[in-house]
């Protein structure tokens, strides 16, 4: 998923744009453009699959009021506002680099590394969907809601605070020098194994 975005990119580039690229000094700046807009495209599709668990949360937040569950409609209301700030921070973020004539310079390998971070954090919210399908069941079985609306908030709340260590590599580009080790970084936020990329 990581590079789909970015040959995506590639692929649309015109042949001015192909003329410019070749021009010495403006090749990196072009690929950097070009990583940005890739990692642009990712955190929008996160954030599109962020709106649609929110939506779920709301439709269950409305089951939970029809069949008596209503006390826990505001634990649930805990639960889409966390999602919404984090939903908003996804969209707005920054772009990890500067432009072509800034002081501050990340390198190539930074930037990947900032990419596999997003990879990392759009592969935890397909996880949250597992999470609000046990929420669900636990809603229409009427067992564990509030052990489970629990587990929910704790597990968007570990995608925020991944998140924030994005924001932290972003102010400090030092932390992404060691581009490889950034997919451990994820697995030791929330608690699993990284993929063997081999």
């Known amino acids: 998923m990581s590079n789909q975005f970015v040959e995506r990119a590639k692929a649309q580039m015109g042949a001015l744009e192909e003329l410019i690229k070749g021009l010495p000094g403006i090749r990196d700046y072009v690929d950097k453009n070009l990583r940005r807009d890739a990692d ?70 930074q930037l990947d590394a900032l990419h596999r971070f997003d990879v990392a954090l759009a592969e935890r919210v397909a996880g949250l969907k597992e999470t609000f399908d046990n929420l669900a069941h636990a809603v229409s079985e009427n067992k564990e809601v509030g052990a489970v609306i629990e587990r929910a908030s704790s597990a968007v709340a570990d995608l925020s605070a991944l998140f924030n260590k994005r924001d932290e590599a972003i102010v400090d580009p030092e932390l992404l020098k060691d581009a490889p080790a950034m997919p451990d970084l994820a697995a030791d936020i929330l608690g699993s194994e990284p993929k063997d990329e081999s």
């Open 40 to 109: 642009h495209r990712l955190r929008q599709l996160i954030a599109g699959q962020l709106e649609e668990q929110k939506t779920r949360l709301y439709d269950l937040q409305k089951k939970l009021m029809s069949s008596g569950g209503i006390k826990w409609t505001d634990d649930v209301d805990g639960v889409v506002q966390k999602l919404q700030t984090l939903i908003d921070r996804v969209r707005s973020a920054r772009q990890g680099y500067t432009g072509l004539f800034d002081s501050v310079r990340i390198n190539e390998a």
